[in-house]
């Protein structure tokens, strides 16, 4: 996106979550494709509780897509394989119970928070009562720092399906410099950015992020990093060109990388490879211009690291569109035909094959024909969707479905009927999806 883009920003100020459209300069306001990114309340008690929705997001509009551009020449094709499986990947945000309902491969959940004021949070042996709004202490006070991660990288790694073991992956979606954002006084995108220059700030937020790795230490997770904030920086030109004290902040880690926000992906790339060797990590992809800019978004990928890293993610859309469509919500249509789902996969397969890595689908909305518009029961067609065009998700390098509310009352895994359970199980028992 060029120097004269500009970003409109709808997010809750109550809440922790927002959304952002990219427009041209003196339209804000206008339609466009928006991003959306949510956030888990913080888990109590002493062990983390199972997968819930995220809470208190504005929603985003979403037009109907245009064909996408050609792909640019010399990415190619991901590898047919990833992270150590040979076909697609199927999980969500759901609770326990239904996480061994079905064989599923993956679950997320967010980590979101300021980070710890102070490195002697890291070395203390239980987290304190006052320490619970970091995530690090969300488990409460007879716990260590960071069992948030230890804990639900165990019962990942331990899940079961019929009684019997069937290891799943945790996906982390790494979400925080939101909350650095509200640290430097100016809150979602422009604090954010700010955030990133100031080096006192960029400094704790580099340590957290390297207490968090060091937690997941040898698991096999996937990581998620920060939905919507690549998408301001690309509002705001070159991404070589958005300042970020990516050297004073973390010498060690990241002193040969520039000062700037892609000097920062590339950071927090090479910092899993260092501290979390077998975990896959991944941009999240946020091209809300993607029908009118592919190629700026191939071009703004490439500056941003992305072929260093293992996968990009992105979302599909943040609601149920059945929720959409109520006139209290817009009256909009986000429902899908086939037009709309080929060009979104031709997108996919597009920024796949620039960076010759796999795209992760995010937070797909669970809704399904069977549902009657009520508060957790809204309508959607992404699930059917995507389970009849499995094949063409696969040949647009797509690695994983995972499903999951964006935000309270949607629809979820534990309110669809067993649409998605009953879905995954029949896949799995057809041999599942051959990735290409």
């Known amino acids: 996106m060029g120097a004269t883009a500009a970003v409109a920003q709808y997010h809750d100020r109550n809440g922790a979550d927002q959304q952002r459209q990219l427009a041209p300069a003196g339209s804000i306001g206008g339609t466009g494709d928006t991003g959306s990114s949510g956030s888990s309340a913080a888990p109590t008690g002493p062990a983390a509780p199972d997968g819930s929705a995220p809470a208190n997001p504005t929603p985003s509009t979403r037009p109907t897509p245009a064909p996408p551009a050609s792909p640019a020449p010399g990415g190619g094709s991901p590898a047919k394989s990833f992270l150590g499986s040979s076909t697609l990947l199927i999980g969500g945000s759901m609770s326990d119970a239904s996480a061994s309902a079905a064989p599923f491969d993956v679950q997320y959940a967010y980590v979101h928070s300021r980070p710890a004021p102070s490195s002697d949070y890291y070395t203390a042996a239980r987290c304190q009562d006052a320490w619970s709004g970091w995530w690090g202490c969300w488990t409460g006070s007879t716990t260590a720092p960071g069992t948030y991660v230890t804990y639900k990288d165990a019962k990942a790694a331990h899940a079961t399906y019929r009684g019997k073991p069937h290891p799943q992956k945790q996906l982390w979606t790494w979400y925080s410099l939101r909350d650095?954002?509200?640290a430097a006084g100016q809150g979602d995108g422009p604090g954010e950015v700010q955030a990133i220059n100031r080096a006192d700030l960029l400094t704790r937020y580099l340590n957290d992020y390297r207490f968090f790795l060091q937690k997941i230490g040898t698991s096999h997770d996937m990581i998620d990093l920060e939905p919507d904030f690549w998408g301001y920086v690309r509002s705001l030109g070159n991404p070589?060109?958005?300042a970020a004290q990516v050297g004073a902040a973390n010498p060690t880690d990241c002193g040969s990388q520039e000062d700037?926000?892609?000097g920062l992906a590339r950071c927090l790339i090479s910092m899993a490879h260092t501290y979390a060797p077998n975990t896959g990590v991944g941009l999240h992809l946020s091209c809300f211009d993607w029908q009118q800019n592919t190629p700026q978004c191939v071009k703004d990928y490439a500056?941003?690291?992305a072929k260093d890293a293992d996968f990009l993610v992105t979302d599909v859309t943040d609601r149920d569109a059945g929720w959409y469509a109520l006139p209290a919500h817009g009256s909009r249509d986000t429902f899908w035909?086939?037009?709309?789902?080929f060009a979104a996969l031709g997108f996919y397969r597009t920024?796949?094959?620039?960076?010759?890595?796999?795209?992760?689908?995010w937070q797909i909305p669970l809704g399904n024909a069977a549902q009657n518009n009520t508060p957790d029961h809204y309508k959607d067609d992404k699930v059917d969707w995507f389970f009849s065009h499995l094949d063409?998700?696969?040949n647009a390098h797509v690695g994983a479905l995972l499903f999951g509310a964006g935000w309270q009352?949607?629809?979820t895994v534990e309110t669809d009927g067993g649409n998605l359970i009953n879905k995954t199980i029949a896949q799995h028992n057809a041999g599942g999806t051959a990735l290409k």
Request: charged content about 30%; hydrophobic content about 40%.
């Open 180 to 182: 650095l954002g509200d």
């Open 409 to 411: 009352e949607q629809t």
């Open 351 to 361: 920024m796949a094959e620039s960076v010759g890595k796999p795209v992760v689908l």
């Open 392 to 394: 063409q998700v696969a």
């Open 260 to 262: 700037s926000a892609a």
């Open 240 to 242: 070589h060109r958005v």
């Open 337 to 341: 035909d086939d037009r709309k789902g």
């Open 303 to 305: 500056d941003l690291g």
